[in-house]
């Protein structure tokens, strides 16, 4: 949807609708509704945040995760959706793993763990060029990375997985394919941002990734257009996981032969394996309303709970198994690495 056509004559005023956004924890456990729906427990620990309507089971023609949830741990308070990642994990000298804390990003302080959410489109001074999103249907969900990823080539293949080593909260750059090599005084950020092109027909795939697709060229920044086989531009959903390494920064604590100790729950010490899920779950035509609303990060047709309502939404794990302790081996990787 390229309306380009219209250059000039209705895009006189900018209409930058872009919103970040906090979510606190909802829970850390093993279940993983997109890949392994069902499974209980799902192979590896993820840390997922949004509506309490998650479930091992999450078919989207019978769950609605607004109708289902009862509150949310993200800002908006139309938000139900469900957003996870891996958990990162400290290797000791001494072969034992300690699950690394999340931490709130800069103006989220107070945040109990969690992520930061952005819905973005068009950042660019050519409004010339501007391309309107089209919001993410009931029961879409998505998924990006590869799990099995070994080499910086495979990780390449997936244009904006990345990682900043945090000097101090406004690190921004550079950022890295692998996990930083030397110690990050202000913690490890991962980036997860989305392709941004669907299909236009389905609200998932077999693989969760092949009814999305990137732009033909460059990335979403740089507005590539959608192919063809994509046509439907959508906003670029993007996370950030700030993992709080200040316990693990001692270089005496990392192993003696110079490599890096951080492990991703699924066994990956490379960085390169880093992958995100997604299940939309907006309220009714919220989120399309938000990105039509021409609004840069703060957003009046944003509607918002308190930080403290945030927190007070969680939800016990079904999975019941320690996370919390030195352990021998990280829950379901079952050969110590
Ligand atoms: C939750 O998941 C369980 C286990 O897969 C399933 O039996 C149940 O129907 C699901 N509940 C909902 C509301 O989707
Ligand atoms: C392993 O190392 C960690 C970090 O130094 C330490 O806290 C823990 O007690 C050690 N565990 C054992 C069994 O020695």
């Keep these: ?45 993820h840390q997922i945040i949004g509506g309490n309507s998650l479930n091992a089971t999450m078919d989207h023609a019978n769950h609605d995760p607004p109708t289902l949830s009862t509150c949310t741990t993200c800002q908006p308070s139309d938000d139900f959706s469900n957003y996870w990642t891996a958990v990162l994990f400290f290797r000791a000298r001494n072969g034992t793993y ?10 989220f302080e107070g945040q109990n763990g969690g992520m930061t959410v952005y ?18 249907q009931p029961g879409f969900r998505m998924y990006v990375g590869d799990v099995e990823a070994k080499t910086k080539a495979q990780a390449q293949q997936y244009r904006q997985l990345t990682y900043t080593c945090l000097q101090d909260m406004s690190t921004r750059f550079p950022e890295t394919k692998d996990f930083p ?17 669907w299909d236009g027909k389905n609200l998932d795939s077999p693989n969760h990734m092949d009814h999305m697709s990137y732009p033909e060229s460059g990335t979403f920044e740089s507005q590539g257009p959608c192919p063809a086989s994509h046509p439907v531009a959508m906003p670029q959903l993007m996370y950030e ?13 990392w ?7 951080f492990v991703w729950s699924f066994g990956d010490t490379t960085g390169y394996g880093t992958h995100g899920d997604y299940i939309f779950g907006w309220k009714d035509g919220a989120l399309q309303a938000i990105m039509d609303d021409p609004c840069y990060v703060s957003c009046s047709s944003m509607k918002t709970q308190s930080i403290e309502d945030m927190n007070k939404c969680s939800l016990a794990p079904v999975v019941n198994e320690d996370l919390d302790s030195w352990l021998t081996t990280i829950p379901g990787q079952s050969m110590p690495m």
């Excluded at 949807?1 to 930058?16: D, F, I, T």
């Excluded at 973005?120 to 010339?128: F, I, T, V």
């Excluded at 192993?255 to 100790?261: F, H, K, L, T």
């Design 1 to 45: 949807m390229h309306w380009k056509s219209l250059a000039g004559l209705a895009l006189v005023a900018p209409s930058h609708a872009l919103i970040r956004f906090g979510c606190s924890q909802l829970v850390v456990q093993r279940i993983d509704p997109l890949v392994n729906p069902g499974l209980v427990p799902s192979p590896h620990v």
């Design 98 to 107: 300690h699950r690394v804390p999340q931490k709130a990003n800069a103006g």
């Design 119 to 136: 819905y973005m489109q068009d950042q660019l001074a050519d409004y010339q060029q501007q391309t309107k999103v089209t919001a993410f």
């Design 181 to 197: 090599t030397a110690p990050c005084p202000a913690g490890i950020m991962a980036n997860i941002r989305f392709p941004t092109c």
């Design 241 to 253: 996981t700030i993992w709080d390494t200040s316990a693990f920064n001692n270089k005496e604590d």
């Design 255 to 261: 192993p003696e032969d110079g490599s890096q100790p």
